[in-house]
């Protein structure tokens, strides 16, 4: 009934508004990049194939406001669908697959906890921190979910600093 609904919660001015808002609303900065770790975890990030979805660099195209286009951002993904396989099974939506999922943007995940009060991660929330997140990874991503798993913990550790300073 709210779909053939005339009254709406909004005034459409309202929506604009708010729409604008959050468009013009900053990215959390990258933090700690002068680190030691944080520089090897980065560069980690790099040769396992992280990079080949979840992209550190993108330019952004023709936008409605002037102001957000051909800007150089770092969201830390491609916003492409990857098939996950199996283990992220989860329901079709729309044209997707049930084992594909749209690659999630890294960049703020490192404050998940003192902004959302949790660090549950993946589209359910299945993962309790990035560890685990790491490890639900198949399909597409299973090269750089292996690399992870056969790295020297001092390797895991550093990787893991690299993304908490996104």
């Known amino acids: 009934a709210a779909h053939d609904s005339n009254d709406f919660e909004l005034a ?3 929506l604009r508004d708010v729409t604008t808002y959050l468009q013009l609303l900053g990215v959390v900065y990258r933090r700690n990049m002068d680190d030691p ?11 396992i194939g992280c990079e080949s979805c979840h992209k550190s660099v ?8 002037s102001r957000l286009e051909n800007q150089l951002i770092r969201p830390y993904s491609d916003l492409l669908l990857h098939d996950m396989c199996e283990g992220l099974s989860g329901r079709r939506d729309f044209e ?3 084992t594909e999922w749209r690659t999630a943007p890294l960049w703020g995940i490192g404050v998940t906890e003192a902004v959302n009060g949790h660090t549950n991660f993946l ?3 299945r993962a309790r921190n990035i560890q685990e997140a790491i490890l639900w ?18 390797d895991r550790a550093a990787l893991v600093a690299f993304l908490r300073a996104l």
């Open 58 to 65: 993108v330019m952004t195209g023709e936008h409605e406001i």
């Open 37 to 47: 770790k944080v520089q090897e975890g980065e560069q980690l990030f790099h040769s």
């Open 96 to 98: 997707a697959t049930k």
């Open 123 to 125: 589209h359910d929330g």
């Open 12 to 14: 459409p001015d309202q």
């Open 137 to 154: 990874h198949g399909g597409e991503a299973q090269a750089a979910r292996d690399a992870f798993i056969t790295m020297p913990a001092s």
